[in-house]
């Protein structure tokens, strides 16, 4: 299965993104909401378990991060928001980022587009900019995998809890 760990936001940040969104229009492959998340690390073909056990130190006593979704952008046959957060970064090192040939740029997709078609998302990043979700706190990092069955792409494997700091004390171990 392939496997990757994300963020997921919370349902009134997805509600704000949609309303911001308007309906989406022809073109772009659009993601639907309940699928809509942060990716941290990619891993591909991995088994859910060893991932897991993997991940269950790497991730044990990191603190939550506060996260906020920010303007549109593109990579090549991408639509995505960006994301900006202290502490992201070496949440998604952690995670197994830094094993990824490319840097972290964290963000998230809404749709996918041909890549020689630009044009076909210039209204929606115009749309979009501007555009600012509420900050929240990501409690917990989710190993996803990809789903098997009709609905949400993505389905939720395993939860790992991050730890909430306490005021004045130590933001982020490592």
Known sequence: ????????????VVAAVAAALG?????????????????????????????????????????????RLTGPGTFPGVLWLGVTGEGLPRLAEAAGADREDRPYRPHLTLARFPRDRP????????????????????????????????GPRYRRLRAFPLRTPSSGGVRDRG
Not at 1 to 12: S, Y
Request: some cysteine.
């Open 1 to 12: 299965m392939r496997l990757f760990t994300a963020l997921c936001p919370p349902p009134d």
């Open 23 to 67: 309906e989406p229009g022809p073109g772009p492959r659009w993601s639907p909401p309940e699928d809509w998340h942060i990716t941290l690390a990619y891993y591909g073909e991995a088994d859910e378990d060893e991932r897991a056990a993997e991940l269950a130190p790497a991730l044990a006593g990191r603190n939550s991060v506060d996260v």
């Open 119 to 150: 044009r076909t998302v210039r209204p929606w990043t115009q749309l979009l900019t501007g555009f600012a979700s509420r900050t929240w706190t990501a409690h917990e990092v989710v190993l996803m995998g990809g789903a098997d069955t009709p």
